[in-house]
């Protein structure tokens, strides 16, 4: 069960989340309510497992708020309007650590997360890039903004968006091996999620809610074949 302060900072996280998204306009409205039920349910399977509910809900609290500063230093860098953020979006980078936390893996939660806010970070910083990117399936330069193009500041601002949980991981739970397993899949969540953008996304066979589910369910599995 959650306590009462518990329930009084998720009551607070998730005011705050409804009132900025609403006046920054980066949330839409169903998104915003899409994102206040994958809270609740996110609390829900936390306490049915060792994470906790409150640690759980914060994991994606944490996940959230470096992926909209990444998103907002990116859009601000290029001279963008943020883009608003829809209920694809939200399922996308959510749904397969929902649904990890439910089949009672925790460690396969704390991979999705790692991998999403990775696929985030080269995203929007990748996109600062002063080269042009490179299409992941065959090296040759395309358009900044392809999908499945990457560049070395992408990469970097990977490896910065996967070690961040990995590094909040650690913090709680002392387990360098267990956040190596969080940054690697990680990693490979957000490569995947690059080769589905160049090979499907791009041609438009799948879409971007698809092409961050199946990436980010990869970066399950390589939780789940490390682990053990």
């Known amino acids: 069960m959650l306590s009462f302060p518990e329930i009084i900072i998720i009551i607070l996280v998730f005011a705050l989340f409804s009132f900025t998204s609403l006046r920054k306009k980066s949330f839409d ?3 915003i309510i899409i994102g206040i039920l994958i809270g ?13 509910g409150l640690t759980a809900f914060l994991f994606m609290t944490y996940f959230l708020i470096i992926g909209e500063l990444s998103t907002k230093y990116g859009a601000k860098k290029r001279k963008e309007k943020h883009e608003t953020r ?4 939200v399922l996308g980078n959510s749904l397969a650590a929902v649904i990890a936390l439910g089949l009672n893996f925790p460690l396969g939660f704390f991979a999705v997360i790692s991998a999403a806010l990775a696929d985030t970070m080269s995203s929007e910083i990748g996109m600062l890039s002063k080269k042009k990117p490179l299409l992941i399936t065959n090296f040759q330069e ?3 903004g392809t999908d499945g193009g ?8 990977a490896f910065i968006g996967a070690g961040l949980i990995a590094l909040m991981y650690y913090a709680l739970y002392s387990s360098v091996f267990f956040a190596g397993i969080i940054l690697f899949a990680g990693l490979i969540g ?7 953008g160049a090979l499907f996304e791009r041609k438009g066979k799948l879409s971007n809610t698809l092409v961050n589910f199946i990436a ?4 399950v599995i390589i939780s789940v074949i490390i682990a053990g």
């Open 142 to 144: 395309v358009e900044t």
């Open 150 to 157: 990457i560049t070395v500041l992408g990469s970097i601002s």
């Open 40 to 52: 609740l349910i996110t609390i829900f399977f936390g306490l049915m497992t060792s994470v906790g």
């Open 190 to 196: 957000s490569f995947a999620d690059s080769i589905l």
């Open 216 to 219: 980010t369910s990869i970066a």
């Open 86 to 89: 829809t209920t694809g979006n």
């Open 29 to 31: 409205k169903k998104g």
